[in-house]
């Protein structure tokens, strides 16, 4: 199986989840993205052509990358896992130091439609970055807190 993976804010595109796809035998795309040096607007774009360019059957994102993999999946209808997902990035970023302009994070969240059935999120319940799991479990309804885990 071809699974599209997108790390998190100042992660690396061999995250665990990268790892543990591949040890399972799946092809795996997972890019580098540096958060810091493009705009919300780029990132997005840039996903949506390796997205195009590789055709994978399943979208996986950890963190911030799972906020991308969430707007991925709306745009090609593709069954998606989020893990531990920063949903509200205009609330974490700037406290984990980020510069860039919050408010195209801001409207690109005002694009995520309510049809999220093909959705899954694993949270791990003692994350020491994202605090805002309920919001996480209201909005996606296939959703499993991890109570130990982070």
Do not use: W
Not at 7 to 31: D, F, R
Not at 79 to 95: D, H, R, W
């Amino acid at each position: 199986m071809k699974i599209l993976n997108m790390h998190g804010y100042n992660g690396s595109s061999e995250n665990t989840a990268c790892t543990v796809l591949k040890q399972l035998g799946h092809e795996v795309i997972s890019p580098q993205i540096d958060y810091d040096a493009k705009t919300p607007s780029r990132i997005h774009r840039d996903l949506k052509n390796i997205f195009n360019e590789n055709k994978p059957d399943y979208i996986v994102g950890t963190s911030l990358g799972g906020f991308f993999a969430l707007l991925l999946s709306q745009e090609f209808k593709k069954p998606t896992v989020l893990v531990s997902p920063c949903l509200c990035p205009y609330i974490t970023l700037p406290e984990l130091g980020y510069k860039g302009n919050i408010r195209t994070y801001m409207k690109l969240f005002g694009s995520i439609p309510e049809d999220l059935r093909n959705i899954s999120a694993v949270v791990g319940g003692m994350d020491e970055v994202i605090k805002y799991h309920g919001f996480t479990e209201n909005l996606i309804e296939n959703c499993h807190i991890v109570p130990d885990g982070r």
